[in-house]
């Protein structure tokens, strides 16, 4: 399924229209005829094609998501009833969207029928059309008979497979039929119409003095020339024909994309628990609009989006072309060759392999993974590996040096800290691509900053609490399962958790338990698997050895979650979206003892490989556990491992108590390294 589309549909798609069309005009009610020129300069009208027995318009936009992907359907509707009487006729009413954008809208897409330019958006009006895409069907008598959605493929944070109800062709097929349409109106899915405003000269907002520098702020990170966002935000031009749509999203709290709930002690999450968050917690990528942020972004959108006196500040610049990371990267490492990704069908994961040449060991401050093609890559993994390890990349994920995910910002380190890859590593990048109905083609690569290693203190380790023993059953919501995951240094820091579901994913929680308390850290409510954030704390945490984290996750598998692909299936763990994971996901840093910092600066890794050694051997020890330790005693009975495993079990169980503990079964990994 296609991640990023899904992404974008947060932005564009919602069935409350806040700022729509004076009124709705009725089913039934003719439509006169009207004229437009099209991207060519052509002039059209509606009587042009009088001899039609049905016309399609279709209200478009050139940079809603929901358009764009609905753009090729209607060139095969209009192609499948080119022969029987049917025309289609394309309208463009947004305020924002250039001559030049159709033309290249239209060319993209292979549109063959006619786009107009609805200037001033009176064809619309008179329609009452109030998103794009957005379909209106005439009879032969010019009677609105249908208006609405073309199908219902796309909807809120979802994307099915196939449509089930093609609501467009089948109001077709009944009217070529003679026969009235059975379901008249179904409310549209899309961006609102970017109408030609009024703004208001009395308004107290305007873009200059206020609403400017909240875009700056909160949107153009993502809203910005080729980043993840289908549009820019960084000019009054722009901003004030998305104006309507960005009062939608805020005012439904879809956007700026951010799901953990505010760490405030005493408040009551989804699954009735009270909450006690850690004192003073914060997070610093926090997305979050203020309440004063969120009103002044309403207001302005409601009085027309004045522009306002003087000039507005500058959006930020980017910090490096083509780059988030806080300097031009140190090494930059691609795929050697492009990946061809198909047109439909299944999509394993992909391995590739890339010898960066170190002869030195390398301290990594900040890591950035940059899709060539965002269309179709749906996560990446980075690896660094000794070469010709058998310590391949795990399932879960565990001990990966970078990510990408939408909505993930770099990783960049606090000073003194770093991860460590040895000299004559390799890296694997895992890559997870989604067919979207074109051939496509990707080259992902990996931007490196390196640190000095004369001031590295801490060593950045990332872990994971993971339960691979799921068993989700059908048809229904909130179904539990739990991840722990133990502390084993002294001093070590907290830095960042990354919680990890798929698309039956419903909420997720972390919690430190320490000394029979536990304090929660992280709260998402509403898991999304579009956007898996990627929480930073403002300030580090500090851990105690043996401290454990806790991960609680719920997945929806019932006919409510309108992403779930198949309620009525049983959901195990799997690498593909209609499977599931359960990944509590934690950056920690460790501190380096005096010896290792020795090491490190004279290029010798000593105690530092050793330690980083040990807790690889101690992450498959713990990797074994999470999947066979049923009651969660840190024992493994003959009942608890697979079949083929129980000789093993008895031979391991050196004081004969039934049980594998995990000093017993270290030794096993120990011979392996």
Known sequence: MRSTTLALLLFAVSAVPIFAADATIPIGSTVTDFSARDFRGKQHRLADFADAKVVVLAVLGTECPVAKLYAPRLQELADRYADQGVAF?????????????????????GLTFPVLKDAGNEIADAIGATRTPEVIVLDVERAIRYRGRI??????GYAKKVPTTSYLSEAIDALLAGKPVETSSVEPIGCLIGRVQQPSGESEVTYTNAVAAILNERCVECHRDGEIAPFSLTDYESAAGWAPMIAEVVNDGRMPPWHAAPPVSGTTS???KTLHFISSLGYANERRLSHVEKVALLK??????????????????????EWQLPQTPDAILAMAEPYSVPAEGVVKYQYFRIDPEFTEDKWVSAAEVVPG???????????????????GPGEAGGGFLAAYVPGLKPAVYPKGMAKLVPAGSELIFQVHYTPIGSAQTDVTKIGLVFADPAKIEHLVETRNAVQPRLDIQPQKANQKYEAKDSIAYDDAILLACMPH?????QAFRYSLERDGESKTLLDVPRYDFNWQTGYAFAEPLPLEKGDRILCEAWFDNSSDNLANPDPAAKVRWGDQTWNEMMIGYYDVAVPLDEQAKMDVRSGRLGTALRDRLADRIGAKVRDIFHRYDADDDEGLTPEEVPDRLRPLHSQLDKDGDGRVTAEELRPVFERQE
């Not at 959108?301 to 507005?312: I, S, T, Y």
């Open 300 to 321: 302005w959108a409601a009085a027309g989006a004045p522009r306002g006196e003087g000039d507005a500040p500058a959006p930020p610049a980017d910090a490096v072309a």
């Open 89 to 109: 006729l394309g309208l463009n009413a947004n305020s924002h969207d250039s001559i030049t954008e159709i033309a290249a809208y239209a060319r993209t897409h």
């Open 151 to 156: 199908d219902d493929q796309y909807g809120i």
């Open 373 to 391: 093609n965002r269309a179709v890559v749906h996560h990446v993994l980075v690896f660094a590996r000794e070469k010709d390890s058998r310590d």
């Open 270 to 272: 989804h699954d009735g």
């Open 501 to 505: 579901m798929h698309l039956r994913g």
